[in-house]
């Protein structure tokens, strides 16, 4: 029965991914009406100056940075809100932190893929919205 448990508490603690400075226990995205929600949680964090957010449009864009978020201590809720996804033509869209450390290299998260349908009639609102603010 004890070394169940322990085996048990192995698969626990190691569950997750180690990310340079960070150990990620999950990174998520999910559509929400107009925008793209991203959440994730670490476990740890040692050595680390930011997080950059990046989006690309389907497969085969380029990453460009959204926002940067500073780290604020091991076991951490994060949550982005990606308002200008529906600004985009696309339906898809790839998302991944970059990690960097306070020492100067960069790690990356995996990849997540957000399937993400705004209706034309909230795109062309939207920007016309936009051009009064």
Known sequence: MKRSINIL???????????GGAFLDFFNGRSDDDNVVLEWKTRSESDLLRYEIQRK??????FVSLATVSPKGSNSLYTYIDRSAYKESESVYVYRLKIVETSGPSSYSNEIT??????SVKRTWG???????
């Not at 920007?127 to 603010?133: G, L």
Request: charged share 10%; no cysteine; aromatic share 4%.
């Open 114 to 119: 957000v399937s993400h349908s705004v209706s």
């Open 57 to 62: 449009a389907g497969s085969n864009g380029e």
């Open 127 to 133: 920007s016309i919205k936009a051009m009064f603010r």
């Open 9 to 19: 508490l192995v698969l626990l603690i190691v569950t997750g991914t180690a990310v």
